[in-house]
């Protein structure tokens, strides 16, 4: 697949229901370290990271197991390689909380290497079935990074 239609989301459901496919178009986004909002030249005045172009995709997971699987990408045009910049390596996720505006996902399982996922989890906020932003979850880095509309 090419750069993806990231308009095109399905709806969420809760709680602790299925969360169907969901597309997020990010063109900004927030870094926090160890819960501080880290700040650099390259952040505006509100502390955004702007010009970031990223998609988020959640999708029912694509090994056919339990959860799903979370891609992010580097919207910013395509691989000269491969087709799409993958920003983040597919990680396998379950929902552990769903409350009214947000539904918390952690990783399981491990990758081809070895590697768990979970370190890894994934908070999706949202009113309704729209979706406002999504925190990804470093947590052996004690990294978050808030991708917003």
Known sequence: MGIFDFLK???????YGRLQKVMFPS??????????????PATD??????????????????????GYTITIYNMDGNHPDWGNNVQMA????????TEDNKTTLRGFGSD???SSFADYGIV??????????IRLQMLDRGIEIEYLK
């Open 9 to 15: 989301s399905e709806p969420i459901t809760s709680p």
């Open 27 to 40: 063109t900004s986004h927030i870094r926090y370290e160890n819960g501080h909002e880290v700040i650099t």
């Open 45 to 66: 005045s509100s502390g955004r990271h702007v010009g970031c172009k990223r998609g988020v995709k959640i999708e029912p997971n694509i090994q056919g197991g339990d």
């Open 90 to 97: 597919p990680k396998q996720m379950k929902i552990i909380k």
């Open 112 to 114: 081809a290497s070895g």
């Open 124 to 133: 999706v906020f949202h009113s309704g079935n729209d979706i406002e932003k």
